[in-house]
Each structure stands twice: as C-alpha cells, then as structure tokens.
C-alpha cells in the first residue's frame, strides 16, 4: 500500500448518502484570540467585553467562521478526511457562540455526483442551531 493510499480517508467508492460525522469543541478565550490573530478579523465584538456589553448579544462571542472551521475538520479529517478537497461552502449563521459554549458540529452526506459530494452542515450548542448550511467536495477515486 502507498503513503498515499495509507494515509487518504475515503475514496468516492468508500462513501454512501446518508454517512455522517460530528465534532465537537468548547470553544475559549484562547480560541478567539488566537482566531482574531490568524485571520486579522480584530472585530471587538470578540475582543472587547466594555464594547460588547452594548451589542445586541451583551457579551463577547466568537468569530461565526470559528464555528464553521470544526465543519472543516471533519471534512478533513474524518469525513472524507485525508485528501479530499474542500470545493464550496454555504453558511447561514443563526445565533452567536459565547465562551465555554460547546460547538457541536454535524455533517451528513447528502448526494453523490461523479467526484463531487454534498453534505448538509449544521452547528448547535445544545439544542440552539447556530449555523446550517452545505458543503461540496472533491474526493478521489481508488487507484
């Protein structure tokens, strides 16, 4: 078997609709900041409790992007994982994540086409959906 075939998640032929995967993360002051400085996004609705405070949301929240990263890590590494590419993605976002909230990340395998896939994306902290959406991509077949 090759590196490459030893280290690839599924391959196209691997892959049924309706598979799934979660992942879940609490999400922490470490997060945000270190979000804020990898993607420059300094907004102080994420950084600044006294500016927050007179938001809608009354406190902090973290980046809605940060929310769907874990949505990457699953496609990354577990479904389809190593190897596969991620194509296009759709985001609504519904309610705010907040400090010591618990993302739970959910994608579902909704459609095969060719070397195209689609799965349905949701987000919740406990009950709450805090973004759904869709997801296109590319997976490679065996050999």
Avoid: W
């Avoid at 609490?26 to 006294?50: F, K, Q, R």
């Avoid at 929240?61 to 993605?89: C, D, E, R, V, W």
């Avoid at 909704?110 to 590319?138: H, W």
């Amino acid at each position: 078997m090759s590196v490459f075939e030893e280290l690839h998640g599924y391959f196209l032929e691997d892959l049924e609709v309706g598979m799934s995967e979660l992942f879940a993360k609490t999400i922490t002051e470490a997060d945000i900041l270190m979000y804020a400085g990898v993607s420059g996004d300094t907004n102080p609705v994420h950084l600044n409790a006294e500016f927050a405070e007179q938001t809608m949301f009354k406190e902090r929240i973290a980046h809605g992007m940060l929310s769907a990263s874990l949505l990457s890590t699953i496609f990354g590494t577990k479904l389809p994982g190593p190897g596969a590419i991620y194509m296009n993605q759709s985001l609504n976002f519904k309610a705010p994540v907040c400090i010591g909230d618990t993302v739970v990340a959910k994608a579902v395998l909704r459609e095969i086409n060719k070397k195209r896939v689609t799965f349905d994306c949701i987000c919740t902290v406990g009950e709450t959906v805090v973004l759904d959406g869709e997801a296109t991509l590319m997976v490679s077949k065996r050999g």
